[in-house]
């Protein structure tokens, strides 16, 4: 599978030994430039895929799932596109920089197509636009919808029979539920020691500027127990982090009639797959098995005294969370439809704060919302400046045809909501450094998930997986591993540090 990150700013001048990251909040996904070679035939017989996965951490559970179906049908992953029979690109359809990057990718393996080539797009593009993904990437063989992911050997299998005059679509008008069996199947290897774990999708909030309801549906929880039957497998083919997703996680069970689904669902993960590790596990304990338990995309609103009492009293759920609140003036909130109580979001902030020790909150803001004035993007600039969150995401409003805010336009100068961003992102950096440069000196377990020219590259749990910041850990500690790391120096994303061998497998 191939995809790369991206970077909105140039990389800095790196110290010596450490090659850091450019200084950037919000790093995106791309998938690199494609080349093909023109002069092969791929041959009918061969059963190779190529897969390229774009957009959210959603979308990469998908794919993986995806991938696993085709492995366990006999066909072999390659890197090189011009070696694979079938192309599948799961696309992302969020906003408009993120169309532009998925229809580019299908144009680029569309055009380099060889004999006997099969080309699919799969995900939220197609979802949203159907048959309109075809027309403009002549090529396109198969198109399969979000959620019907699980359909890919039904529709490489028929598409291999022989050539389609028309391309072939999977875009029932019932969106299919992930069902346990579905979610059983998947996972037969996973590649680090780090794991994404979907526990629903779709989403019932009615924020104007999202795009996703209409991509996804509504919210569809997926049952505890295949939740923890997948938490078990992934346990046990190696994983250290669970990383819990959904497009809100905070309404987990809502349409299971659950009441603090969220709350209950980390519980039992503790309960019955943390604690059953092969050896007693928890944050500070560097054995084999299920460490940490991160949470990701909680709706502000829904942050209740259960979930806190959770993350405060267990040792396996770390003490992050991703809350996006995309705003700090209540104006600019109403009119995205989103929860406006800024009184209730600081007594939130502050409960979370003083209960949990060591709190790492992560967030995200758009700027340039279609009637935001100097004013309110001054009020937002004034809310991050006071809260110093620990890392932040933003978005330039990316205007959405179908949305809530469609009668809203775009009015918004681009230029101006280039100067807020850079404005809010400048501002950030400076605190994330200050705050970096608060655990100098102090000593965080770091999971290790790769080595570069003698360093071992990881993460502390106030970093989440491909978003957040790294930590460079001088010695020979090996992937996998979660190790204790004396921080030595601090950048503005980064960290860098010495194991204490004093403290490793206490």
């Known amino acids: 599978m191939k995809s790369s990150r991206r ?23 791309r998938a690199p430039r494609i080349r093909l070679s023109h002069n092969l035939e791929v041959s009918l017989t061969k059963q190779t895929f190529h897969l390229v996965s774009l957009g959210c951490a959603k979308n990469t559970v998908d794919s ?44 680029e393996l569309a055009e380099g197509k060889k004999r006997n080539q099969i080309l699919i797009a799969a995900g939220c593009l197609t979802q949203r636009y159907g048959a309109e993904v075809a027309e403009k990437v002549p090529g396109v063989d198969g198109v399969l919808g979000t959620r019907r992911w699980m359909d890919i050997l039904q529709v ?3 598409l291999r029979q022989g050539p389609h005059p028309e391309p072939l679509y999977h875009l ?28 629903a999708d779709g989403c019932r909030r009615p924020c104007a500027f999202c795009a996703i309801p209409l991509i996804k549906g509504t919210a569809v929880s997926r049952p505890i127990e295949s939740i923890l039957e997948e938490a078990r497998r992934l346990r046990d083919m190696g994983v250290r982090e669970l990383v819990l997703i ?4 905070t309404d987990y069970g809502h349409d299971l009639g659950m009441k603090d689904g969220l709350a209950i669902l980390l519980e039992r993960l503790v309960k019955e797959v943390a604690e059953e590790s092969p050896s007693p596990q928890g944050r500070g304990d560097r054995g084999e098995g299920l460490d940490w338990i991160r949470v990701m995309y909680a709706y502000p609103g829904y942050v209740t005294d259960r979930l806190i009492d959770v993350m405060a009293s267990s040792r396996q759920v770390l003490p992050y969370l991703d809350m996006p609140l995309q705003h700090a003036h209540p104006k600019t909130l109403y009119r995205m439809r989103r929860p406006s109580n800024m009184e ?35 009020t937002l600039y004034d809310f991050v400046k006071e809260i110093r969150f620990d890392r932040v995401g933003a978005f330039q409003f990316s205007f959405e045809p179908g949305t809530a805010s ?27 450094l200050q705050i970096n440069q608060s655990y ?33 850990v001088e010695g020979n500690a090996q992937v996998g591993e979660i190790v204790p790391v004396k921080i030595t120096g601090a950048m503005a994303y980064d960290l860098t540090g010495v194991p204490v061998p004093s403290l490793i497998n206490l």
Not at 7 to 29: D, G, K, M, T, V
Not at 78 to 102: H, M
Not at 350 to 357: E, N, Q
């Open 172 to 199: 029932p008008d019932e969106a299919k539920t992930v069902g346990t069996d579905e979610h059983d199947a998947m996972r037969v290897s996973v590649a680090g020691a780090s794991a994404y774990l979907k526990i």
């Open 246 to 249: 959904a497009q809100d996680t």
């Open 64 to 107: 993986d799932s995806m991938a696993q179906l085709l492995l366990r049908d006999g066909y072999r992953a390659v890197d090189d596109p011009s070696r694979a029979s079938v192309l599948i690109v799961n696309t992302c359809g969020f906003i408009g920089p993120a169309k532009e990057e998925s229809l580019r990718v299908l144009r």
């Open 440 to 472: 100098v000196g102090k000593t965080l377990d770091v999971l290790i998930e790769g080595r570069d020219n003698g360093i071992a590259i990881g993460r502390s749990y106030r970093d989440a997986p491909e978003i957040d910041g790294l930590v460079f």
């Open 156 to 158: 490489v299998h028929e």
């Open 344 to 378: 209730w979001v600081y007594k939130t902030l502050d409960k979370m704060r003083s209960r949990i020790a060591n709190l790492a909150i992560r967030t995200t803001f758009i700027v340039g919302y279609p009637g935001e004035t100097e004013e309110e993007f001054q």
């Open 7 to 29: 970077r909105r700013c140039p990389p800095p001048a790196p110290p010596s030994r450490f090659r850091l990251r450019p200084p950037c909040a919000r790093p995106l996904r």
């Open 406 to 432: 469609e009668p809203l336009g775009d009015p918004i100068p681009a230029e101006v909501k280039a100067e807020r961003y850079a404005r809010l992102m400048e501002l950030q950096q400076g605190i994330s």
